[in-house]
């Protein structure tokens, strides 16, 4: 019995790392801003639960601090001049969906990966 439960942990536990492995890469897309679509770029790098990376726009680059990630959702945090605000996310295997929240708002936006 003992045997059983170590070999679903064991397994478990690839299945996870694999997923998180999964996360790693570019990932691309536009949100809307001051009336025009700003291209963001993601990219994103997945060392078991712990996630780091950075956000580039027109406007520079942003490194993300605190990553996390728990199977197929993830999260993080950005200082965009007023303290650091903090985003949630979805894996999927081709797309992230990032949800942002920002001054008592929240914003959803979907992401895909690219070649690099």
């Known amino acids: 019995m003992k045997q059983i439960f170590m070999s679903i942990t064991l397994l478990f536990v690839f299945v996870l790392s694999c997923l998180a492995a999964d996360l790693t ?3 691309k897309g536009s949100v809307p801003y001051q009336g025009e679509q700003l291209e963001i770029t993601f990219k994103l790098k997945a060392d078991g639960e712990k ?6 726009s027109s406007y520079g680059e942003i490194p993300l601090t605190d990553g996390k ?3 197929s959702d993830f999260s993080y945090k950005i200082d ?3 303290g650091p605000q903090e985003s ?3 894996y999927y295997a ?3 969906v990032v949800t942002s ?3 008592g708002t929240e914003e959803i936006h979907s992401f895909k990966r690219v070649a690099e």
């Not at 996630?51 to 580039?56: F, H, K, P």
């Open 25 to 27: 890469g570019t990932w």
């Open 88 to 90: 949630t996310g979805k």
């Open 69 to 71: 990630i728990t199977g």
């Open 80 to 82: 965009i001049g007023a």
């Open 94 to 96: 081709d797309s992230i």
């Open 101 to 103: 929240h920002y001054s």
């Open 51 to 56: 996630l780091t990376g950075s956000i580039t």
